[in-house]
């Protein structure tokens, strides 16, 4: 199956946090490059959907516009447990968006709004 998302950078203020955040939340590796490349990338696979978070001047986390959804299968009671501890808030609580499973929506450290996804809770 091709996906139609290849690929995300999803700006941020703070590489270290943001990184921090979301190796906790999504329980993923994250590597950061040298400071001269202001890029931490998440872990994938061949096939996986990836992405990146990234620091540049004139890019600006945002609360408004595009909801990317990442995937917490089987834990997103877990995952929205860490949002707070770890720096976010969750603005939507777990619900069901039946038949696709579950979303929570949160904002992550920097700002940006996200979903979690599972298709079990």
């Not at 996906?3 to 946090?17: C, E, T, Y």
């Not at 408004?64 to 959804?69: E, H, M, P, S």
Request: glycine letters at 10%.
């Amino acid at each position: 199956m091709t996906h139609r998302i290849a690929w995300f950078d999803m700006p941020v203020k703070d590489l270290g946090r943001a990184s921090d955040f979301y190796s906790k939340v999504l329980d993923v590796e994250i590597e950061t490059y040298g400071p001269d490349v202001p890029v931490a990338v998440m872990q994938h696979g061949p096939g996986d959907v990836a992405g990146c978070l990234y620091r540049e001047d004139g890019c600006e986390p945002s609360s408004r516009g595009a909801l990317l959804y990442f995937a917490v299968e089987g834990r997103i009671n877990e995952a929205v447990a860490l949002i707070e501890f770890n720096g976010g808030q969750v603005l939507e609580p777990v619900k069901s968006i039946a038949p696709h499973g579950h979303r929570a929506v949160v904002l992550d450290t920097e700002g940006n709004r996200i979903a979690l996804h599972s298709e079990e809770i």
